[in-house]
Nanobody, 126 residues
């Protein structure tokens, strides 16, 4: 069983930045695709970004150019650098992992992923 732990959430003013971390207990983390999702109150869970085992990345249109996903396989961590935050970015952010083959596509659906963290709250005030 893989455990994921997110950290780095908090309250920030519009235009500010936060850096989220996702720490994995998985033994094969370097083979995983890792995704970040978010869910605002009363809304469905939304794909944010994903990073392939090769290091290539894919973003939702709503965060492209503002958010950056990266990974450190030695530490078994994935990061989400969030810049130019806006009130509409307010949500609980969760990371998820899936063991993936080298030629796997980008996974953007929640049910593509096998393991999930509990999430961390991000609140952006106007």
């Amino acid at each position: 069983q893989v455990q994921l732990l997110e950290s780095g959430g908090g309250v920030v003013q519009a235009g500010g930045s936060l850096r989220l971390s996702c720490a994995s207990s998985g033994r094969t983390f370097s083979r995983d695709s890792v995704g970040w999702f978010r869910q605002a109150p009363g809304k469905e869970r939304e794909f944010v970004a994903t990073i392939h085992r090769t290091g290539s990345t894919y973003y939702s249109d709503s965060v492209k150019g503002r958010f950056t996903i990266s990974r450190d396989n030695g530490k078994k961590e994935v990061y989400l650098q969030m810049d130019s935050l806006q009130p509409e970015d307010t949500a609980v952010y969760s990371c998820a992992t899936k063991d993936a083959i080298l030629t796997a596509p980008y996974y953007t659906r929640a049910n593509d992923y096998a393991y999930w963290g509990q999430g961390t709250q991000v609140t952006v005030s106007s």
